[in-house]
DNA sequence: CTGTTAGCGCCTTCAA
DNA sequence: TTGAAGGCGCTAACAG
């Protein structure tokens, strides 16, 4: 391997001064400047990113903590960090968790002295997490869930899901259902069903309490949940309301599967834009929200806190409800 | 920073046998081991990485070169290769080209002194990559395409799309028409193209010249080679045979656009088993790459090559047509 | 403008 | 079983 000190003695300098063109800091003569990067170009040496790190504490490359790519946001949040992190050199080490909350924390530890800092694109909100965050001290921003003295990059759950309900009852709609997740989950657990009841209670509609049901992440579990519904509600809903694509499009499947008509027998809608949501049949009204632009507005608060610099302690990204057939 | 010397001082012993402790190798007695551990439970302390790299020349990383992350063949592959590599304690540094050329050839060389081996995830064999891969020697595995010389974890293309034909051609289907991509892309853009040629004509079946369009990897894409295949065709196709699902997905949005009704007007189908294939209307006829797999084998034979010990330099994955409703 | 020097934190002989 | 010493490749004062 071609090192620092060959390439200064091929080009009759010191290492320094290979440094300093490698670096362009300091003065180097012109001269000198163009034998070295002949040098360079010639034997196509790169210099070690780990010998510069030992030297200079920085990685030049952030840690990104999710629980799975295989679902649109995560994925489209990384894009946004991977597009606004190169621009600025910074590289990222993926840690993928695969929901296994255990992994969440031993990546933490497997990270700290690899990265100049952390992404977490969180699904909960528990303690030992950010406690353990909090520990190491490490550059950090949480995406997608709101914690207390950790920079973060959140969605307005609360008021996207006022704003659907909102648009449902606008629509007519008075008797509503309501398909969630878990609240450990606090942004999509918490805020949306909090918001769900709340616009219902402002709007004076009382919900019949098999209307709601709980699913998981997938489109199955939005599948059981509607058929939950459906079959122990005394009085039908004439629309539901589920937090995320995947399980709308469940419900989809199961009511047309018994074979009701969307919209005119029963509205639904859904949450995240998904690719799949406009192919549907019909197209799911869904709300965009813009995860490219949270993994970018992410990684400028993390670079501007590792820079020291100004950063937002909280970003709120704004929505856009996407009103299509299913309504 | 507390480090090994640290650690030493406290245990009261010498940074040597922390060290020992810490990869347990050598000798170590059981009693200066216990005082080490404790010191290094209170202080919580993790050794650095890339002190460690700089002196072993080795990294734990592997570099994974993508051209998105955002589609589902990718994502998988990444889930496969996280969950094998981490399970040897290497992590990923992911590096996302985008669809840019040059950017690939970028990445390689940012890599190439910061990770112990590189999987590309490739969407072309072009001469200029394949080269500089080999210049740099470095362990090197690329996953979906073919190319001499280098370790690949390919899908069998040409057989898949012979299948499919076949299947088409078995259901009674006469006319088929062929959406494709681009032939840089040699795995889906050539060798997919060729099977259903030589199916077809291995059945003695002629194909009209408007009926075989070509899209990129998108939906709409798709939907516009459908179109054009309607309107120029002399005698419309009563089949298509699309590359991918998204293709074969825009594939039937437009026909359905168009009051056709699937299957029974045309019949459709893709390769890919994306999520969306089940949930459209109807459900599409696909293939399953096992995409999963295919990721885990890559980084296994990486591993192995990376380690001296004996690899496959060619691994042709397992697939399996899933029969649904669209044909 | 350039070279010398001294480590960064760790592992690995080598000798004890 | 342990410690001393050297060096991985690089940068950053500091002195010329």
Chains 1, 2 share one sequence.
């Not at 695969?98 to 992994?103: F, G, I, T, V």
């Amino acid at each position: 391997m071609v090192t620092i000190k060959d390439i200064a003695t091929m080009a009759n300098v010191s290492r320094s001064t290979v440094s300093r063109v490698l670096n362009n800091s300091g003065y180097v003569s012109e001269e000198a400047r163009q034998r070295v990067e002949k040098v360079i170009e010639a034997t196509g040496y790169v210099p070690s990113g780990y010998a510069k790190s030992l030297r200079t504490k920085q990685t030049k490359v952030i840690g990104v903590i999710l629980p799975t790519i295989q679902t649109e946001t995560p994925s489209r949040v990384v894009t946004g960090l991977g597009r606004e992190l190169s621009k600025h050199g910074y590289q990222i080490l993926l840690a993928n968790t695969d929901h296994d909350k255990e992994k969440e924390l031993e990546y933490l530890d497997l990270l700290v002295r690899q990265v100049d800092g952390i992404v977490l694109i969180a699904t909960n909100t528990e303690p030992e997490l950010t406690q353990k965050i909090k520990s190491m001290n490490l550059p950090f921003v949480m995406v997608g869930q709101e914690a207390e003295n950790v920079i973060c990059v959140t969605y307005d759950d609360y008021h996207v899901a006022r704003d659907v309900t909102a648009f449902l009852v606008d629509k007519g709609h008075t008797q509503i259902g309501f398909i969630g997740v878990d609240e450990t989950d606090q942004a999509v657990g918490c805020f949306r069903k909090k918001g769900f009841y709340d616009e219902m209670k402002s709007r004076d509609l009382s919900i019949e309490e098999a209307w709601v049901q709980k699913g998981v992440f997938d489109i199955d579990s939005g599948c059981k949940a509607m058929k939950k519904i459906i079959e122990d509600s005394k009085q039908r809903p004439t629309a539901i309301f589920a937090v995320t694509d995947r399980l709308a499009i469940g419900a989809m499947s199961y009511v047309k599967r018994i074979g009701m008509e969307i919209p005119k027998d029963i509205a639904i809608a859904g949450i995240g834009a998904s690719e799949l949501s406009q192919y549907v049949d019909p197209p799911l009204t869904t709300v965009d929200y813009k995860n490219e632009t949270a993994g970018e507005e992410a990684a400028k608060q993390l670079l501007a806190f590792i820079q020291g610099e100004d950063y937002q302690k909280k970003i709120v990204l704004d929505y856009r409800l996407l009103s299509r057939d299913s309504v």
